[in-house]
């Protein structure tokens, strides 16, 4: 039998799920959702271009790499125990701690005050020695 037009069945769901009223504040969230999908998508896109473009930046260093090794290989094989012991001296260095850095500063500061009332004192010398006499 046929069902008249309009009619629906009990068992079927509405024909179109977007005709049913969605509370606002969901909606609101729905978007924020959808934008954030968004967000995340052009910042997975922007990552693999990164990404693209280190593979292909260290190739090409490589290739660079590979020519200066050809090139100049002896050298920097006979280089190697000079480098790799300034490396390991400036690893023991200990570094000057934070109260020898404010001392040092300290001192540079009073040599300079030192310096340029120097001057100044020596140019009011006569002048107190005028005052006096007169």
């Not at 009223?21 to 922007?46: A, F, M």
């Not at 693209?52 to 090139?71: G, H, I, N, P």
Request: charged content about 40%; hydrophobic content about 30%.
């Amino acid at each position: 039998m046929d069902s008249p037009q309009g009619a629906e069945r009990p068992d079927e769901e509405p024909e179109c799920a977007e005709e049913e009223e969605v509370d606002p504040r969901i909606q609101g969230e729905l978007e924020k959702l959808n934008q954030s999908t968004d967000d995340i998508n052009r910042c997975e896109t922007e990552l693999e271009d990164a990404r693209q473009k280190f593979r292909s930046v260290l190739v090409e260093a490589t290739v660079k790499l590979d020519e200066l090794v050809k090139k100049l290989g002896k050298a920097v094989d006979e280089s190697k125990p000079y480098w790799e012991a300034r490396r390991v001296a400036r690893q023991e260095r200990p570094s000057p701690s934070l109260l020898e850095r404010g001392l040092k500063r300290g001192e540079e500061a009073a040599l300079r005050r030192g310096k340029r009332s120097s001057p100044r004192r020596a140019s009011r010398a006569p002048l107190g020695a005028s005052r006096s006499a007169g």
